[in-house]
C-alpha cells in the first residue's frame, strides 16, 4: 500500500503533549464541544465551533456506517451506499465516480492504472470491482504498523488501567482535535493538507475501534476470525464515510477528485499511527469495555505478554503474507480482464473492416459490370 509517513517520536510527543494541554483546559462546567472550541481559538484564527462541530460529524457518520454493517454485513453495506450515491448522477457520471474511485482504489495500492485503461469495463463490473475492494482490501489502509504499536504499548504497560468505552467519544474528540490542530500548523507534515476536519474525525473514530477491537482479541474475549471480520469491517466502513464526505466536496469527477480520495486514505493510515501512539496515554490508561480486572492479575491470569508477541506475529502475517498477495491477485485479474476486452475489440474492428474493404468492393464491381452474382 501506498505509505509515504515519516513521522518521528518528537512528532508523536508533541501529539501527546498537546492532548494533554487539551484536557486540562477543561473547565467541568462547559460541554466537551465548547471546551474544545475555546481550546482551538486560543491557538488557531478559525471558526473553533464549526471545526468541532465537523470533527464530532466524522465521528458520527464512521458510527452510523460500522453499526449498520455489524446488522447486515459489509458486503450488503457496501452495496448500498454504493448504489445511494451512484443514484444522484446520470449514467454517464455514475461510469465516470466509479473510475475514479477504482483509479484512486489502484494508486494507493501502488498500480500505474489510469482511467483510460478501466473504459472498457461495464458499469456493473466497475461497481463490482469497488466493491470487492471495499470489502476486501481496505483493512491495508489502516496501517498495520499501528496495530503493532498499540501491541508494543500493552506490552510495555502491561495494561496498567482500563476505562469504561462512555469515554471513548470524548477522547476521540479530543485526539481528533489535536491532530486538526497540528496539521493545520505543519506539525505532522505527513498528514495530507487536502483532509478536512470531517475526515479527521473519520480517521480518528475508526483508528479507535481498530485498536479496541485488537485489544479485545488480545484479552481473550474475540476469537482470530471474529477479529478479521471486525477489522474488515471498520476499515470498510471508514473508506464508505470518507468516499461520501469527499462526494460532497466535489460536484465534477476530476483528476482532482482521485487525488483527494487517494489523500484521505494515505492520511487515514498516518492518522491511525497517531492514535496508535496517543492511544493509551491519555491518562496512563487504555480504552477498553471494562471485561477484565486492571492490573497484575491481568498479566499473570492471561499471559497477556505472551499474547502480544503472538499477535504482532499473527497480524503481520494476515497483512503481508495472506491480504497482500490476494489484492494483488485482484489487481491481476482486472489486467487480464482489461486484455481480454481489448483484443475482443481489435478482433471486432479488424473483422469489421474487413467487412467494409468486402462491401466497398463489392460495390466497385457492380458499378463496372464485373461483378458476377455467386
Not at 472550541?37 to 452510523?64: C, H, M, P, Q, W
Not at 506490552?155 to 468505552?165: N, P, R, S
Not at 505472551?306 to 489484492?327: F, Q, S
Not at 479488424?350 to 455467386?374: F, M
Amino acid at each position: 500500500m501506498k505509505n509515504n509517513k515519516t513521522w518521528t517520536k518528537e512528532q508523536m510527543e508533541k501529539a501527546e503533549k498537546l492532548v494533554r494541554e487539551l484536557m486540562n483546559e477543561e473547565k467541568t462546567e462547559q460541554s466537551v464541544e465548547q471546551n474544545l472550541a475555546d481550546s482551538l481559538n486560543s491557538r488557531l484564527d478559525v471558526d473553533g465551533d464549526k471545526i468541532v462541530s465537523g470533527l464530532k460529524e466524522g465521528i458520527r457518520s464512521f458510527y452510523e456506517n460500522y453499526e449498520a454493517g455489524k446488522g447486515k454485513g459489509l458486503k450488503a453495506l457496501a452495496d448500498e451506499k454504493l448504489s445511494s450515491m451512484l443514484e444522484r448522477y446520470d449514467e454517464n457520471n455514475q461510469r465516470m465516480l466509479l473510475l475514479d474511485i477504482i483509479s484512486a482504489c489502484a494508486e494507493i495500492s501502488g498500480q500505474e492504472m489510469s482511467d483510460e485503461k478501466f473504459q472498457k469495463l461495464s458499469l456493473g463490473e466497475l461497481k463490482g470491482m469497488v466493491q470487492e475492494y471495499i470489502c476486501e482490501y481496505a483493512i491495508l489502509t489502516m496501517d498495520c504498523e499501528a496495530a503493532e504499536l498499540i501491541a508494543d504499548e500493552l506490552k510495555e504497560k502491561d495494561i496498567k488501567a482500563l476505562t469504561d468505552a462512555s469515554e471513548k467519544e470524548k477522547q476521540e474528540l479530543y485526539t481528533a482535535l489535536a491532530i486538526y490542530i497540528l496539521k493545520v500548523t505543519g506539525e505532522l507534515e505527513d498528514i495530507p493538507a487536502a483532509i478536512s476536519e470531517q475526515e479527521i474525525g473519520v480517521s480518528t473514530a475508526a483508528s479507535f475501534e481498530t485498536q479496541l477491537a485488537i485489544h479485545e482479541w488480545l484479552l481473550g474475549k474475540l476469537s482470530w476470525e471474529k477479529v478479521k471480520e471486525k477489522l474488515k469491517l471498520i476499515a470498510g466502513a471508514a473508506l464508505l464515510t470518507l468516499m461520501a464526505f469527499i462526494g460532497l466536496k466535489l460536484a465534477v469527477f476530476t483528476a482532482s477528485f482521485i487525488f483527494i480520495i487517494v489523500q484521505a486514505v494515505v492520511g487515514m493510515g498516518i492518522i491511525g499511527t497517531v492514535t496508535a501512539c496517543i492511544f493509551g496515554m491519555i491518562h496512563g490508561v487504555s480504552i477498553i469495555t471494562p471485561i477484565l480486572e486492571a492490573g497484575k492479575w491481568i498479566s499473570e491470569k492471561t499471559g497477556i505478554s505472551d499474547k502480544v508477541t503472538e499477535g504482532k506475529e499473527r497480524l503481520a502475517l494476515w497483512y503481508h503474507e495472506t491480504i497482500g498477495p490476494r489484492l494483488d491477485a485482484f489487481w491481476e485479474k482486472i489486467k487480464k480482464r482489461i486484455a481480454a476486452l481489448v483484443t475482443d475489440n481489435a478482433q471486432e474492428e479488424h473483422t469489421s473492416q474487413a467487412q467494409s474493404t468486402q462491401a466497398t468492393r463489392k460495390e466497385q464491381e457492380e458499378l463496372t459490370g464485373e461483378y458476377v452474382q455467386a
